[in-house]
């Protein structure tokens, strides 16, 4: 039973560029949530996408969107990029929504 | 929002101690977990622990729901216990599912 993936694992952006991250939930999970932890850092709440649509959001500017497919995988999509964008990008999946959650093993992004 | 608060923040122990990370949180909760970070940035599931308390093997944890705190209890620590290990809640009704995060305990296992 595959747990939580993500992809890529590490990547390198220029300030101002757009990049976008992939998450496929564990077996059975329908709900998947993205989280941003800075260094040294706990994770901060990005949004969480149920049923193909955005259910809940942090507080993060429009910059960040998101995306959940079909089978329920997401993609991330960061705009134009900040050097304060640098992070490790988590996914976590949960059914139902408010159930337990479990992370995958992150994307780092470093934004030079 | 709710209000997550770790302690200590920083702990050094020897191999065999045994050691209580503490989570205090601001409202009721509908969820709480506690997650150990490994060097590579995996949160690994501990317990999923509203209230009440559960073991697994060396680790028990325990939850206070009425008085908003949770307890991770480790004994006889390895050097491989070392790490950050965060609790997060949610508040349920329009938080339902926001998982808020502790700042961590950072745990260090000398052998």
């Known amino acids: 039973d595959a747990g939580v993936t993500q992809s890529p694992t590490h990547l390198i952006k220029t300030r101002g560029q757009q990049v976008t991250l992939r998450c496929s939930p564990k077996?059975?999970?329908?709900?998947v949530s993205w989280y941003q932890q800075a260094l040294g850092q706990g994770p901060q709440f990005i949004f969480q996408?149920?049923?193909?649509?955005?259910?809940q959001r942090g507080n993060f500017p429009d910059r960040f969107s998101g995306h959940q497919f079909p089978n329920y995988s997401s993609e991330l999509n960061v705009n134009a990029l900040l050097l304060g964008d640098s992070a490790l990008y988590l996914c976590?999946?949960?059914?139902?929504?408010?159930?337990?959650?479990?992370f995958g093993p992150g994307t780092r992004l470093t934004v030079l | 929002g709710i209000q997550v608060e770790q302690s200590p923040p920083d702990l050094i122990l020897q191999e065999g101690a045994n050691s209580t990370l503490r989570c205090n949180f601001s409202?009721?909760?509908?969820?709480l977990q506690w997650f150990h970070q490994n060097p590579w940035g995996q949160l690994i599931n501990l317990f999923y622990?509203?209230?009440g308390t559960k073991q697994n093997g060396r680790l028990s944890a325990t939850t206070v729901a009425t008085e908003r705190y949770s307890l991770l209890y480790i004994s006889s620590s390895q050097t491989t216990d070392s790490g950050v290990y965060f609790c997060?809640?949610?508040?349920?009704?329009?938080?339902?599912?926001?998982?808020?995060f502790g700042q961590g305990t950072i745990l260090t296992v000398h052998p």
């Open positions: 996408y149920y049923e193909e649509e955005e259910r």
């Open positions: 622990i509203p209230s």
């Open positions: 077996s059975g999970h329908d709900t």
């Open positions: 976590a999946s949960s059914s139902p929504p408010g159930g337990t959650q479990y």
């Open positions: 997060a809640t949610n508040a349920g009704g329009t938080s339902y599912g926001k998982l808020t």
């Open positions: 409202d009721s909760v509908n969820n």
